[in-house]
Structure formats: structure tokens, C-alpha cells
């Protein structure tokens, strides 16, 4: 795997983890935050918890399926991605509008990304 890819894949995975935390095994939970958050080793991992590195590896894929799982039918990454871009886009319309209206659209704007 490149470093782009595995980039992409923690910056997807830590995305996940933010909407479906909550969702997932405290086990799951927390051998994600030491792997994708905190940067730790399948081997620090692993002496943490007394366990192999093969354990840590399998809960860990287990927990990224269960992530893609949960997105798959939920699909509420994709919905966040989705308004980001109607937001962006609704940025450029305004800057065509009258200042007041721009004004007004501009603070029902920050108030969306704020609801993200």
C-alpha cells in the first residue's frame, strides 16, 4: 500500500469511527483510538493488553468491518460529504446575490456547518 492510500484509509477509518463510536464494542473502541488516533503499534498494542499482535490485528479489521458495516446501510459519512459539497457550491451562488443577501445566506451557512 502507498502512503497515499494508507493515508486515505485512516483518514476514512477516523472518519467512521466519529459517527459510529458509539456503535462499536469498547474493545473496538479502544484498540481503533491506540491504532488509527494515537498511532500505536499492533505490537504496543498487544503488550498493553496481553493478547498477540494477530489478536489486536483481527479486532481491529473486525472493527473497520463492523465501520463500513454500520456505513453501508446508514450512510451517514456519505450524507456529510454530500452537504459539505451543497454548502461549498451554495458559497459560490451567494457571491452573485445583493450584500444583505449575502449576509443573511452566509449565516444560515455557518449555522449548517455548525450542525456537522
Known amino acids: 500500500m502507498t502512503e ?4 486515505s484509509k485512516t483518514t476514512r477509518i477516523n472518519l467512521l469511527f466519529d459517527f459510529y463510536e ?3 464494542t469498547e474493545k473496538q473502541q479502544i484498540f481503533l483510538k491506540h491504532y488509527f488516533h494515537d498511532d500505536y503499534s499492533l ?3 498487544a503488550a498493553e493488553f496481553g493478547i498477540s499482535r494477530q489478536a489486536v490485528y483481527e479486532h481491529i479489521k473486525r472493527a473497520e468491518s463492523v465501520l463500513e458495516d454500520y456505513e453501508s ?3 451517514l459519512l456519505a450524507k456529510h460529504e454530500e452537504r459539505r459539497k451543497l454548502l461549498q457550491q451554495l458559497e459560490l451562488v451567494v457571491r ?5 443577501k449575502q449576509a443573511e445566506v452566509r449565516a444560515i451557512t455557518e449555522h449548517l456547518y455548525e450542525l456537522d
Do not use: S, W
Open 4 to 7: 497515499e492510500t494508507v493515508l
Open 22 to 24: 458509539r456503535l462499536l
Open 43 to 45: 505490537g504496543e498494542i
Open 73 to 75: 446501510k446508514l450512510q
Open 96 to 100: 452573485d446575490l445583493p450584500a444583505a
